[in-house]
Nanobody, 124 residues
């Protein structure tokens, strides 16, 4: 069973930056996508970004220009800049296995695996 572990969360002031990391062990690098979603109290789950095993990224409109996903084999990163209080949430990384994930990823895909999450708090 693949395991996904997030790190890099924490507290930051508005306008600050954080870089989240995701380690996907036991997860095939081919035909797979890795992504990030967040969950804030009282809000629906929000898909943020994903990246195919071929390196093709996709970002949600709500974070495009501020968040950037990258990937190196079974590691994925989410660079978050100009953070706002509304970005406060638990951030999860996830994995998807399908043939087309080698070439692109879709933020509507349901995940096959996910991590336990890391808390991000943006507050002054």
């Amino acid at each position: 069973q693949p395991q996904f572990v997030e790190s890099g969360g924490g507290s930051v002031q508005p306008g600050g930056s954080l870089r989240l990391s995701c380690t996907a062990s036991g997860f095939s690098e081919d035909y797979s996508a890795i992504g990030w979603f967040r969950q804030a109290p009282g809000k629906e789950r929000e898909a943020l970004a994903c990246i195919s095993s071929g390196g093709s990224p996709s970002h949600a409109d709500s974070v495009r220009g501020r968040f950037t996903i990258s990937r190196e084999k079974s590691m994925a990163y989410l660079q978050m800049n100009n953070l706002k209080p509304d970005d406060t949430a638990i951030y999860y990384c996830y994995g998807v296995r399908r043939a087309s994930a080698r070439y692109y990823c879709d933020l509507t895909w349901e995940f096959d695996y996910r991590g336990q999450g890391t808390q991000v708090t943006v507050s002054s």
